[in-house]
Nanobody, 121 residues
Framework: QVQLVESGGGLVQPGGSLRLSCAAS????????MRWYRQAPGKERELVAV????????DYADSVKGRFTISRDNAKNTVYLQMNGLKPEDTAVYYC??????????????WGQGTQVTVSS
């Protein structure tokens, strides 16, 4: 029963900050890289940030580089996305994702339900 549960979204003014959390369960969290995606109205879902399982290397979309930080706490089975300097174009539903978890002889991707981030004055 793999589960990903996002929280921390909300309404924030331009230039403000939010910290998103994704609580994971049902798999060995520390063995997997984790990802944050977002999807704005009328647009395709895009990869925002990645953190690897082993060394903890991170990478970001160019649009958020320098403003967002992905991190993880393996003791809490939680991945975070710290978002600073928010812009209206950051408005989207943000999703936590894990790829390739083995279940019943196959590997699957899992997604959280999403959390809404709205940046508006």
């Amino acid at each position: 029963q793999v589960q990903l549960v996002e929280s921390g979204g909300g309404l924030v003014q331009p230039g403000g900050s939010l910290r998103l959390s994704c609580a994971a369960s049902g798999f060995t969290f520390s063995n997997y890289g984790m990802r944050w995606y977002r999807q704005a109205p009328g647009k395709e879902r895009e990869l925002v940030a990645v953190i690897t399982s082993l060394v903890g290397v991170t990478d970001y979309a160019d649009s958020v580089k320098g403003r967002f930080t992905i991190s993880r706490d393996n003791a809490k089975n939680t991945v975070y996305l710290q978002m600073n300097g928010l812009k209206p174009e950051d408005t989207a539903v943000y999703y936590c994702n894990v790829r390739g978890v083995p279940v019943g002889g196959s590997r699957y991707d899992y997604w959280g339900q999403g959390t809404q981030v709205t940046v508006s004055s």
